[in-house]
């Protein structure tokens, strides 16, 4: 099983924003005055700190019993994940089985709010509904976004398929030339990610000329989308990538770039290859892919990243001179044997054939860890 959370908007009426906006207010503030008691009695034992904060802060907010539970648990679970924990803001809200109830025949969700259980109907699409489709989820929590909107984040177990290891392997090189590369040949070109990029970069030339408080925060809503365009394309591919793995009953094999910089500490890093392991989008890319790949039963193993592009795919031989490459760009022409192929493609290639010595027990080659199971992601929203 695996726990996504799965993000909904809400459609809310006008003359209820006030409420949520209230029971918002409440649970920042029980929050706040439950992180100082905490913090000055050096208390961080959920029921300890119950016995000290409940009465007080369900008096001084007016909130409902199970909300300031979940205020004592958001501050706990804060104060454990961070170091430093931030005064907490009215945007966020706790809810589990007593103050929250997903009804799939009306689409609706019924929330508890200071003033009383209120219902909201829900403006998803498919892919959300078929997500929360048979689930009696027992927690969500509720958001404010800056603009204004209000957002539900509800937290369904998934069962995954259970998996045989299989033979088959995708192997896919992510991020040199193109996105992604496959060794079945398919490839995402980066071509169209860097025309938008290159479009909002010349908008956001013209607009810092101007250097007005208009211009700033036209500036964040750019970053903001171009963010998720990238997010809506990474999204994309790795639903492909996942769906043909999928079809073709197959892993899917990337290169390990987690460790890179420990590993390759020796070696000076080209200009490529900080790229592709510092860049967030990548990170996205391959965390999309292993979620998505859990939910749909598809094994995903990792290579050890070193030669994965200098090799030939079909002899394994490398270029006997330190420093060359029978790579060229985007052309590898083996030396030894004469191989010529597109130069990811052949790097693909090489991924996969180390994938399948991961996912096959037993065979030759680099051993590597097989990343079989849903923990190793994190609960990510849809
Ligand atoms: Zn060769």
Same mark, same amino acid.
């Given at each position: 099983m695996q726990t996504i959370s799965v993000k909904c908007k809400l459609q809310?009426?006008?003359?209820?924003?006030s409420k949520i906006d209230q029971t918002l207010q409440g649970f920042a503030d029980a929050c706040n005055q439950i992180y100082e008691t905490a913090k000055r009695e050096n208390c961080? *034992?959920?029921?300890?700190?119950?016995?000290?904060?409940?009465?007080?802060?369900?008096?001084?907010?007016?909130?409902?019993?199970? !909300?300031?539970? =979940?205020?004592?648990?958001?501050?706990?679970?804060?104060?454990?994940?961070?170091?430093?924990?931030?005064?907490?803001?009215?945007?966020?809200?706790?809810?589990?089985?007593? %103050?929250? =109830?997903?009804?799939?025949?009306?689409?609706?969700?019924?929330?508890?709010l200071m003033c009383g259980r209120v219902k909201f109907k829900l403006s998803i699409g498919n892919y959300q509904m078929a997500?929360?489709?048979? =689930?009696?989820?027992?927690?969500?929590?509720?958001?404010?976004?800056?603009?204004?909107d209000y957002y539900i984040n509800i937290c369904v177990d998934l069962p995954t398929d259970p998996t045989g290891r299989t033979p088959k392997v995708i192997g896919v090189d992510l991020g040199r030339r193109d996105i992604a590369t496959t060794s079945t040949g398919k490839s995402w070109s980066g071509k169209q990610i860097q025309s938008v990029r290159d479009r909002y970069s010349k908008v956001r030339?013209?607009?810092?000329?101007?250097?007005?408080?208009?211009? @700033?925060?036209?500036?964040?809503?750019?970053?903001?989308?171009?963010?998720?365009?990238?997010?809506?394309?990474? !999204?994309?591919?790795?639903?492909?990538?996942?769906?043909?793995?999928?079809r073709s009953n197959s892993a899917?094999? +990337?290169?390990?770039? %987690?460790?890179? @910089?420990?590993?390759?500490?020796?070696?000076?890093?080209?200009?490529?290859?900080?790229?592709?392991?510092?860049?967030?989008? +990548?990170? =996205?890319?391959?965390?999309?892919?292993?979620?998505?790949? *859990?939910?749909?039963?598809?094994?995903?193993?990792?290579?050890?990243?070193?030669?994965?592009?200098? %090799?030939?795919?079909?002899?394994?031989?490398? !270029?006997?001179?330190k420093g060359k490459s029978y790579r060229n760009g985007k052309a590898f022409k083996c030396g030894r044997c004469g191989f010529e192929h597109d130069a990811d493609i052949n790097a693909a290639i090489n991924i996969a054939v180390l994938g399948k010595s991961v996912s096959l027990p037993g065979s030759p080659g680099m051993s590597c860890q097989l990343q079989g199971q849903m923990s190793l992601f994190p609960t990510i929203q849809i």
């Open positions: 809310v009426p006008v003359e209820l924003r961080w *034992n959920t029921t300890k700190l119950h016995h000290k904060v409940y009465k007080p802060v369900r008096e001084a907010t007016g909130l409902k019993a199970n !909300h300031v539970c =979940q205020a004592i648990r958001r501050v706990i679970g804060n104060a454990k994940a961070v170091k430093q924990v931030h005064k907490f803001r009215p945007t966020s809200l706790s809810l589990d089985a007593r %103050t929250f =109830q997903y009804i799939e025949e009306s689409q609706t969700v019924g929330i508890t997500l929360l489709k048979g =689930q009696s989820p027992t927690a969500a929590t509720l958001n404010k976004t800056k603009r204004g030339a013209n607009v810092q000329s101007k250097r007005t408080r208009n211009s @700033r925060r036209l500036l964040r809503r750019l970053s903001g989308r171009e963010r998720r365009f990238q997010e809506w394309l990474n !999204h994309n591919i790795s639903k492909q990538l996942v769906s043909s793995a999928k899917l094999a +990337f290169e390990d770039l %987690t460790n890179i @910089r420990e590993s390759l500490n020796q070696k000076p890093r080209s200009k490529t290859e900080r790229r592709r392991t510092n860049n967030w989008a +990548f990170y =996205q890319l391959r965390l999309f892919v292993g979620y998505k790949a *859990n939910i749909a039963g598809v094994p995903v193993v990792f290579v050890p990243p070193a030669y994965t592009s200098q %090799t030939c795919s079909r002899c394994g031989g490398i !270029h006997p001179i």
